[in-house]
Antibody, heavy 125, light 111 residues
Framework: QVTLEESGPALVKPTQTLTLTCTFSGFSLSTSGMRVSWIRQPPGKALEWLARVDWDDDKFYNPSLKTRLTISKDTSKNQVVLTMANMDPVDTATYYC?????????????????WGHGTLVTVSS | QSVLTQPPSVSGAPGQRVTLSCTGSSSNIGAGYDVNWYQQLPGTAPKLLVYGNNNRPSGVPDRFSGSRSGTSASLAISGLQAEDEADYYCQSYDSTLSRSVFGTGTKVTAL
């Protein structure tokens, strides 16, 4: 059974750096084809893909947020960490981590079957 | 703003068939990229409902079906049930943005 759990601060101040950790079980990020992504959802709004790290340590970022994001993995701890610099109130959202399997991808798109419960991050002074 | 546009809301009587649209462009759905659909109940994470345009994961009722044509995709719910009240999001890939994209979301209400 695959589980993912996000953890991090519930409240950050503007200009601060947010650090979120995704701790997962049921799979290894050293296994070929495994990927972990971060996706966020502002209250009442749509989902937005943020970043992804692959089993071979390839990393991909939302181009519009690339300068602020850093994603990394610690295979031994089964964790993926996302940092987002220079936080702003518009970054208030629920942040989800999710597991993707390369083998599930088709037509250039990868379905996401495994999601964490999400963690709400509020940016306010 | 998302490059995949969905109607904000759709409603229907229980038992009725409702159809949700997801309109894209030549850089995403129209380019041949597949479409996935997610159901999000209040306060929960999205759940994969349809993948690869028209495939259902194990456990998803067959009253949910997906299709893709041109620059758009659709999700049909046949025999709407009260438990289907949720937000629904489409997902594809956009070659101009070089990333996965989600739709604006549709709230489904059973009258």
């Amino acid at each position: 059974q695959v589980t993912l759990e996000e953890s991090g601060p519930a409240l950050v101040k503007p200009t601060q750096t947010l650090t979120l950790t995704c701790t997962f079980s049921g799979f290894s990020l050293s296994t070929s084809g495994m990927r972990v992504s971060w996706i966020r959802q502002p209250p009442g709004k749509a989902l937005e893909w943020l970043a992804r790290v692959d089993w071979d340590d390839d990393k991909f970022y939302n181009p519009s947020l690339k300068t602020r994001l850093t994603i990394s993995k610690d295979t031994s701890k089964n964790q993926v960490v996302l940092t987002m610099a220079n936080m702003d109130p518009v970054d208030t959202a629920t942040y989800y981590c999710a597991r993707i399997r390369l083998g599930d991808c088709s037509g250039g798109v990868c379905p996401i079957a495994d999601w964490g419960h999400g963690t709400l991050v509020t940016v306010s002074s | 703003q998302s490059v995949l546009t969905q109607p904000p809301s759709v409603s229907g009587a229980p038992g009725q068939r409702v159809t949700l649209s997801c309109t894209g462009s030549s850089s995403n759905i129209g380019a041949g990229y597949d479409v996935n659909w997610y159901q999000q109940l209040p306060g929960t994470a999205p759940k994969l409902l349809v993948y690869g345009n028209n495939n259902r994961p194990s456990g998803v009722p067959d009253r949910f079906s997906g299709s893709r044509s041109g620059t758009s995709a659709s999700l049909a719910i046949s025999g709407l049930q009260a438990e289907d009240e949720a937000d629904y999001y489409c997902q594809s890939y956009d070659s101009t943005l070089s990333r996965s994209v989600f739709g604006t979301g549709t709230k489904v209400t059973a009258l």
